[in-house]
Protein backbone atom coordinates (compact mmCIF):
# COMPACT_ATOMS: atom_id res chain seq x y z
CA UNK A 1 0.00 0.00 0.00
CA UNK A 2 1.40 3.35 -1.38
CA UNK A 3 -0.97 5.32 0.73
CA UNK A 4 -0.52 7.55 3.67
CA UNK A 5 0.10 5.44 6.82
CA UNK A 6 -0.51 6.62 10.65
CA UNK A 7 0.47 4.82 13.58
CA UNK A 8 -0.95 4.27 15.67
CA UNK A 9 -4.49 4.01 14.69
CA UNK A 10 -5.74 4.40 18.42
CA UNK A 11 -4.30 5.77 21.38
CA UNK A 12 -5.86 5.78 25.11
CA UNK A 13 -3.86 7.56 27.53
CA UNK A 14 -4.52 9.03 30.85
CA UNK A 15 -4.83 13.19 31.29
CA UNK A 16 -1.02 14.31 31.50
CA UNK A 17 0.92 11.91 29.37
CA UNK A 18 2.82 12.43 26.94
CA UNK A 19 2.00 10.80 23.68
CA UNK A 20 3.51 10.79 19.88
CA UNK A 21 1.99 10.13 16.70
CA UNK A 22 3.77 9.50 13.22
CA UNK A 23 2.81 9.68 9.75
CA UNK A 24 4.23 8.35 6.67
CA UNK A 25 3.46 10.28 3.82
CA UNK A 26 3.46 9.30 0.26
CA UNK A 27 6.65 8.87 -0.73
CA UNK A 28 7.96 12.09 -2.76
CA UNK A 29 5.32 14.52 -1.57
CA UNK A 30 6.94 17.16 -0.22
CA UNK A 31 3.96 18.90 1.79
CA UNK A 32 2.74 17.31 4.53
CA UNK A 33 -0.02 18.38 6.95
CA UNK A 34 -1.73 17.33 9.84
CA UNK A 35 -5.38 18.10 11.29
CA UNK A 36 -7.55 17.20 13.82
CA UNK A 37 -11.30 16.15 13.47
CA UNK A 38 -13.66 16.08 16.34
CA UNK A 39 -17.18 14.55 16.38
CA UNK A 40 -19.34 16.09 14.16
CA UNK A 41 -16.98 18.50 12.65
CA UNK A 42 -14.82 18.75 9.81
CA UNK A 43 -10.54 18.31 9.90
CA UNK A 44 -9.60 21.98 11.57
CA UNK A 45 -6.04 22.29 10.15
CA UNK A 46 -3.41 22.45 12.49
CA UNK A 47 0.29 22.56 10.82
CA UNK A 48 1.97 22.15 7.52
CA UNK A 49 5.69 20.94 6.21
CA UNK A 50 7.48 21.72 2.67
CA UNK A 51 9.76 19.01 3.35
CA UNK A 52 12.06 19.40 6.64
CA UNK A 53 10.65 23.11 7.39
CA UNK A 54 7.69 23.98 9.34
CA UNK A 55 6.05 26.57 7.54
CA UNK A 56 2.79 27.38 9.13
CA UNK A 57 1.06 26.67 12.91
CA UNK A 58 -2.06 27.07 13.69
CA UNK A 59 -3.36 28.70 16.47
CA UNK A 60 -5.06 25.99 17.50
CA UNK A 61 -1.56 24.41 18.22
CA UNK A 62 -0.75 25.52 22.27
CA UNK A 63 2.83 24.75 23.19
CA UNK A 64 1.60 21.62 24.55
CA UNK A 65 1.66 20.24 20.75
CA UNK A 66 5.16 19.91 18.84
CA UNK A 67 5.54 18.40 15.09
CA UNK A 68 8.54 17.08 13.15
CA UNK A 69 9.37 16.16 9.96
CA UNK A 70 13.47 15.82 10.48
CA UNK A 71 14.39 14.51 7.15
CA UNK A 72 11.62 15.76 4.90
CA UNK A 73 10.16 12.15 5.29
CA UNK A 74 7.83 11.09 8.00
CA UNK A 75 6.39 13.67 10.39
CA UNK A 76 5.95 12.93 14.27
CA UNK A 77 3.21 15.09 16.56
CA UNK A 78 3.47 14.80 19.83
CA UNK A 79 1.32 16.65 22.58
CA UNK A 80 2.65 16.82 26.26
CA UNK A 81 0.32 16.71 29.36
CA UNK A 82 -2.64 15.71 28.08
CA UNK A 83 -5.93 17.08 28.17
CA UNK A 84 -9.42 15.38 27.94
CA UNK A 85 -9.71 17.77 25.22
CA UNK A 86 -7.06 16.83 23.00
CA UNK A 87 -9.52 13.85 22.42
CA UNK A 88 -10.22 13.82 19.01
CA UNK A 89 -9.18 12.44 15.25
CA UNK A 90 -5.60 13.44 14.47
CA UNK A 91 -4.85 13.34 10.36
CA UNK A 92 -1.99 13.56 8.22
CA UNK A 93 -1.93 14.16 4.88
CA UNK A 94 0.59 15.14 2.07
CA UNK A 95 0.54 16.54 -1.57
CA UNK A 96 3.15 16.60 -3.94
CA UNK A 97 3.06 20.31 -4.11
CA UNK A 98 2.61 22.60 -6.38
CA UNK A 99 -0.44 20.15 -7.15
CA UNK A 100 -2.55 20.82 -3.77
CA UNK A 101 -4.51 18.02 -4.13
CA UNK A 102 -4.03 16.02 -0.74
CA UNK A 103 -4.15 12.28 -0.12
CA UNK A 104 -5.21 11.45 3.63
CA UNK A 105 -4.24 8.38 5.86
CA UNK A 106 -6.68 6.64 8.30
CA UNK A 107 -5.58 8.62 11.07
CA UNK A 108 -5.11 8.31 14.58
CA UNK A 109 -8.00 8.58 17.41
CA UNK A 110 -6.93 9.46 20.42
CA UNK A 111 -8.90 8.92 23.84
CA UNK A 112 -7.66 10.70 27.04
CA UNK A 113 -9.22 9.76 30.17
CA UNK B 1 -11.54 34.83 8.08
CA UNK B 2 -11.49 31.56 5.45
CA UNK B 3 -14.80 29.55 6.01
CA UNK B 4 -16.73 26.83 4.46
CA UNK B 5 -20.52 26.48 5.21
CA UNK B 6 -22.45 23.32 4.53
CA UNK B 7 -25.69 23.86 5.46
CA UNK B 8 -27.41 20.21 5.19
CA UNK B 9 -25.58 18.42 7.99
CA UNK B 10 -27.84 15.69 8.26
CA UNK B 11 -29.62 14.05 4.55
CA UNK B 12 -31.80 10.89 4.60
CA UNK B 13 -32.61 9.91 1.17
CA UNK B 14 -34.37 6.84 -0.74
CA UNK B 15 -32.21 4.65 -3.38
CA UNK B 16 -32.36 6.35 -6.69
CA UNK B 17 -33.29 9.64 -5.94
CA UNK B 18 -31.34 12.82 -6.50
CA UNK B 19 -29.17 13.96 -4.24
CA UNK B 20 -27.88 18.11 -4.31
CA UNK B 21 -25.32 19.20 -1.17
CA UNK B 22 -24.75 22.93 -0.76
CA UNK B 23 -21.26 24.52 0.40
CA UNK B 24 -20.45 27.94 0.60
CA UNK B 25 -17.13 29.68 1.46
CA UNK B 26 -16.12 33.25 2.03
CA UNK B 27 -12.64 34.12 0.34
CA UNK B 28 -12.71 37.10 -2.29
CA UNK B 29 -9.73 35.65 -3.56
CA UNK B 30 -8.69 33.14 -6.30
CA UNK B 31 -9.61 29.08 -4.69
CA UNK B 32 -9.04 25.47 -5.36
CA UNK B 33 -12.39 23.69 -4.18
CA UNK B 34 -12.69 19.96 -3.35
CA UNK B 35 -15.18 17.71 -2.28
CA UNK B 36 -13.98 14.88 0.26
CA UNK B 37 -15.89 11.45 0.99
CA UNK B 38 -14.90 9.33 4.13
CA UNK B 39 -16.98 6.09 4.24
CA UNK B 40 -17.31 4.55 7.15
CA UNK B 41 -14.22 3.19 8.87
CA UNK B 42 -12.20 4.31 5.61
CA UNK B 43 -10.72 7.46 5.37
CA UNK B 44 -10.99 10.79 3.36
CA UNK B 45 -10.96 10.04 0.00
CA UNK B 46 -11.02 12.51 -3.11
CA UNK B 47 -14.36 13.05 -4.89
CA UNK B 48 -13.63 15.98 -7.09
CA UNK B 49 -11.85 19.47 -7.73
CA UNK B 50 -12.32 22.44 -9.48
CA UNK B 51 -8.97 24.15 -10.26
CA UNK B 52 -9.69 26.49 -13.19
CA UNK B 53 -11.76 26.49 -16.65
CA UNK B 54 -15.21 24.75 -16.96
CA UNK B 55 -17.07 25.32 -13.52
CA UNK B 56 -18.93 21.94 -13.74
CA UNK B 57 -16.72 19.65 -12.69
CA UNK B 58 -17.10 15.31 -13.00
CA UNK B 59 -16.04 13.17 -10.53
CA UNK B 60 -16.10 9.68 -9.28
CA UNK B 61 -19.15 7.34 -8.65
CA UNK B 62 -20.89 9.67 -10.87
CA UNK B 63 -20.55 12.73 -8.51
CA UNK B 64 -20.59 16.32 -10.38
CA UNK B 65 -20.36 19.82 -9.12
CA UNK B 66 -20.46 23.00 -10.00
CA UNK B 67 -18.66 26.08 -9.09
CA UNK B 68 -20.63 29.45 -8.96
CA UNK B 69 -18.30 32.46 -8.77
CA UNK B 70 -21.01 34.89 -8.22
CA UNK B 71 -22.42 32.92 -5.43
CA UNK B 72 -19.37 31.46 -4.09
CA UNK B 73 -21.02 28.16 -3.78
CA UNK B 74 -19.70 24.42 -5.06
CA UNK B 75 -22.85 22.61 -4.72
CA UNK B 76 -22.19 18.33 -4.98
CA UNK B 77 -24.33 16.52 -6.98
CA UNK B 78 -25.56 13.36 -8.15
CA UNK B 79 -28.71 12.51 -10.55
CA UNK B 80 -29.30 8.81 -8.46
CA UNK B 81 -27.96 8.14 -5.10
CA UNK B 82 -27.24 4.74 -4.57
CA UNK B 83 -26.93 2.79 -0.67
CA UNK B 84 -23.43 2.49 -1.26
CA UNK B 85 -22.85 6.20 -1.33
CA UNK B 86 -24.01 6.46 2.45
CA UNK B 87 -20.78 8.50 4.25
CA UNK B 88 -19.72 11.48 5.19
CA UNK B 89 -19.23 14.09 2.67
CA UNK B 90 -16.77 17.46 3.26
CA UNK B 91 -16.43 20.69 1.16
CA UNK B 92 -13.04 21.99 1.04
CA UNK B 93 -11.04 24.85 -0.11
CA UNK B 94 -7.81 25.70 -0.54
CA UNK B 95 -7.29 29.57 -0.49
CA UNK B 96 -4.24 31.24 -0.85
CA UNK B 97 -0.68 29.78 -2.19
CA UNK B 98 -0.01 27.31 1.06
CA UNK B 99 -1.79 23.81 -0.19
CA UNK B 100 -4.09 23.78 3.53
CA UNK B 101 -7.15 23.10 3.61
CA UNK B 102 -10.25 24.64 4.96
CA UNK B 103 -13.44 22.52 5.52
CA UNK B 104 -17.10 22.50 6.56
CA UNK B 105 -18.27 20.60 8.69
CA UNK B 106 -19.39 17.47 6.99
CA UNK B 107 -22.54 16.13 5.77
CA UNK B 108 -23.79 13.29 6.72
CA UNK B 109 -25.72 11.06 3.93
CA UNK B 110 -27.98 8.07 4.60
CA UNK B 111 -29.36 6.06 1.35
CA UNK B 112 -32.00 3.81 2.51
CA UNK B 113 -32.56 0.59 0.24
Known amino acids: DTGVSQDPRHKITKRGQNVTFRCDPI?????LYWYRQTLGQGPEFLTYFQNEAQLEKSRLLSDRFSAERPKGSFSTLEIQRTEQGDSAMYLCASSPWPNTEAFFGQGTRLTVV | AQSVSQHNHHVILSEAASLELGCNYS??????LFWYVQYPGQHLQLLLKYFSGDPLVKGIKGFEAEFIKSKFSFNLRKPSVQWSDTAEYFC???????????FGQGTTLQVKP
Open chain 2, 27 to 32: YGGTVN
Open chain 1, 27 to 31: SEHNR
Open chain 2, 92 to 102: AVNAGNTGKLI
